[in-house]
């Protein structure tokens, strides 16, 4: 249920509302909008019912909209001019298109800093690179880990360019909490609700890929569990799901693009990377995405992926990346967006 305030509803109206609802035992989030603020309440049904007709008649409300989808904070409703999340410099669901691009796996301080410094010049807006990795086969590479997160920092400082890496367990996102800018919660972890709760409290913006096999229903009630702990800066993207076919490594759903921007607020990025798990066709989907209205990228960059620790196949090199992010901009251009 969303309370919508009116426009020119005053502090103390406001305050009371949220007194009332949280007096019946129930949650409020809010969403403070440049022309009215909207209390997304969250709890037991019953009792939203019963508060429905007080709240409506309480000053400073102009009505009490029931959400009818199980997801409540995600949905377009709660905050219907979209959302911004900002993350350093960068910025996803503005006008510019984010671009997140990077190696898999951050595998010594050359490769990183060699990489951050080429996309950061094609003009990549955040570094990516992962220390924790969740590997299909226990015998292949691990990650750097701690040693990983140190190396991104270093990347940060040399290029201004924000970082995003992954966080498999609770302990760990505390880690990379206090090292990356912005922390991703990987395909295979979507519905790790104790891991969920622990990115919304954890104060810091949050990259949430779809899992390989997750509805959209599926991925926006994750992304609840995130705004539910009071952190509304969540991205979410789009890397593929789990077709038939063996030419790709899954199937990119680019439909959810479009149904994602029409049921939710929030910025929705893809990954063609992970979804074709091959370097040839990541250049034709990341244009098709943004084309789509996708807000942003996330892409694989490796300076010699042939020699890549994990996820060589589908990374592009640098100069593959360069003309990938110069093809961007025309196509960025001509849908009414920046790069
Ligand atoms: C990754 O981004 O390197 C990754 C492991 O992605 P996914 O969780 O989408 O498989
Ligand atoms: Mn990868």
């Keep these: 249920m969303i309370v919508v305030m009116e426009p020119g509803a005053t502090q103390a109206q406001l305050e009371a509302v949220v007194q009332k609802i949280r007096d019946a035992g129930l949650n409020t989030h809010l969403s403070v909008g440049t022309e009215r603020t909207l209390i997304g309440v969250v709890g037991d049904s019953h009792t939203k019912e019963l508060l429905r007709d007080t709240l409506?008649?309480?000053p400073g409300v102009?009505?009490?909209v029931r959400i009818l989808q199980p997801f409540k904070l995600v949905s377009r409703e709660f905050r219907p001019s979209g959302t911004v999340v900002r993350v350093g410099g960068a910025a996803f669901g503005d006008t510019a298109v984010a671009v997140v691009a990077g190696p898999c796996s951050v595998e010594s301080r050359e490769q990183i800093l060699q990489t951050a410094e080429a996309v950061k010049?094609?003009?990549a807006t955040l570094l990516r690179g992962g220390a924790f990795k969740p590997r299909t086969s226990p015998y292949s590479f691990q990650g750097l880990e701690e040693e990983g997160l140190k190396l991104?920092?270093?990347?940060r400082q040399r290029t201004g360019l924000?970082?995003?890496?992954?966080?498999?367990d609770a302990h760990q996102l505390r880690m990379v909490a206090e090292y990356a800018d912005m922390i991703q919660i990987g395909a295979r972890n979507m519905q790790n609700y104790p891991l969920l709760r622990e990115a919304g409290r954890s104060g810091k913006?949050?990259?949430?890929?779809?899992g390989a096999a997750a509805t959209i229903e599926e991925l926006l009630l994750a992304a609840e569990?995130?705004?539910?702990?009071?952190?509304y800066e969540v991205v979410l993207c789009e890397r593929g799901i789990r077709g038939f076919g063996n030419y790709t490594r899954y199937t990119l759903d680019l439909s959810a693009v479009p149904v994602l921007k029409h049921l939710t607020h929030l910025p929705v990025i893809v990954d063609p990377s992970h979804a074709t798990g091959k370097w040839r066709y990541v250049e034709a989907l990341a244009l098709a995405a943004v084309a789509g209205g996708a807000d942003g990228l996330l892409v694989e960059v490796h300076p010699d992926p042939e020699r890549a620790l994990s996820d060589g196949?589908?990374?592009?090199?640098?100069?593959?990346?360069?003309?990938?992010?110069?093809?961007?901009?025309?196509?960025?251009?001509a849908v009414g967006r920046g790069l």
């Design 152 to 155: 991104l920092v270093e990347a």
């Design 313 to 333: 196949p589908q990374s592009l090199n640098l100069e593959n990346f360069n003309r990938m992010m110069a093809r961007l901009r025309a196509v960025a251009q």
């Design 56 to 58: 409506e008649a309480t």
């Design 62 to 64: 102009e009505k009490v």
């Design 205 to 210: 913006p949050v990259l949430l890929k779809r």
């Design 162 to 168: 924000p970082v995003v890496t992954e966080a498999m």
């Design 225 to 231: 569990y995130v705004m539910n702990e009071g952190n």
């Design 121 to 123: 010049a094609a003009g």
